[in-house]
């Protein structure tokens, strides 16, 4: 089976930095992603690990720990427009996606 | 970029009744869709693997006779939701691999049922 954690809720300020952090525990590794998902829409495509290490993209980057089934992803000079819900998802050899429940972060003024 | 479009957005039916969801790739071909469903304040949860030109499978504890899917051609599947109920209101959501590494999502079609 699968079984991705990561926090329930964020908070953090406009202009500084948020690391969401996500552990997960699967029957087969194909790759880790990273979704925004803003409520009611779609998620949108933001990062992809599948070799350890750090992958960065502009205010966003993501770190990958394959034998500690560890990911985090980092977000940078917070904007007000960054509050949504970012959720961590593995795939596996078939090219299914499983998800964690999601991250809702809130950026404050 | 890759488009997968999904119809309709929204769509309010009669308990009892059936609704069609489609979702189309727009400028790639996919042989596999996938299906989530997610409800308020949960992640997408994965009901079926959609396959052109063969049947889809499903996903532990998903009732294939109630959600039926047809995937009848390499840009098209299609999602029916059969003998709808309130509990099967939900937000659905297509998605189809272009490449290796990016899963595009299509709309979501906010199914409720009266």
């Known amino acids: 089976g699968q079984n991705i954690d990561q926090p329930t809720e964020m908070t953090a300020t406009e202009g500084a930095i948020v690391q969401i952090n996500c552990t997960y525990q699967?029957?087969?590794?194909?790759?880790l992603f990273w979704y925004q998902q803003h409520a009611g829409e779609a998620p949108t495509f933001l990062s992809y690990?599948?070799?350890?290490g750090l992958e960065e993209k502009g205010r966003f980057s993501s770190f990958l720990s394959r034998s500690k089934g560890y990911s985090y992803l980092l977000l940078k000079e917070l904007q007000m427009k960054d509050s949504a819900s970012y959720l961590c998802?593995?795939?596996?050899?078939?090219?299914?996606?499983?998800f964690g429940a999601g991250t809702t972060v809130t950026v404050r003024a | 970029g890759a488009v997968v479009s999904q119809h309709p957005s929204r769509v309010i039916c009669k308990s009892g009744t059936s609704v069609k969801i489609e979702c189309r790739s727009l400028?790639?071909?996919?042989?596999?869709m996938f299906w989530y469903r997610q409800f308020p304040k949960q992640s997408l949860m994965l009901m079926a693997t959609?396959?052109?030109?063969?049947?889809?499978?499903?996903e532990q504890g998903v009732e294939k006779d109630k959600f039926l899917i047809n995937h009848a051609s390499l840009t098209l599947s299609t999602l029916t939701v059969t003998s709808a109920h309130p509990e099967d209101s939900s937000f659905y959501i297509c998605?189809?691999?272009?490449?290796?590494?990016?899963?595009?999502f299509g709309q979501g079609t906010r199914l409720t049922v009266v």
């Open positions: 998605s189809a691999w272009e490449g290796n590494t990016e899963a595009f």
């Open positions: 699967t029957s087969g590794f194909n790759g």
């Open positions: 690990n599948v070799l350890d």
């Open positions: 998802a593995v795939r596996d050899g078939d090219y299914k996606l499983s």
């Open positions: 400028d790639f071909q996919a042989t596999t």
């Open positions: 959609s396959n052109e030109g063969s049947k889809a499978t499903y």
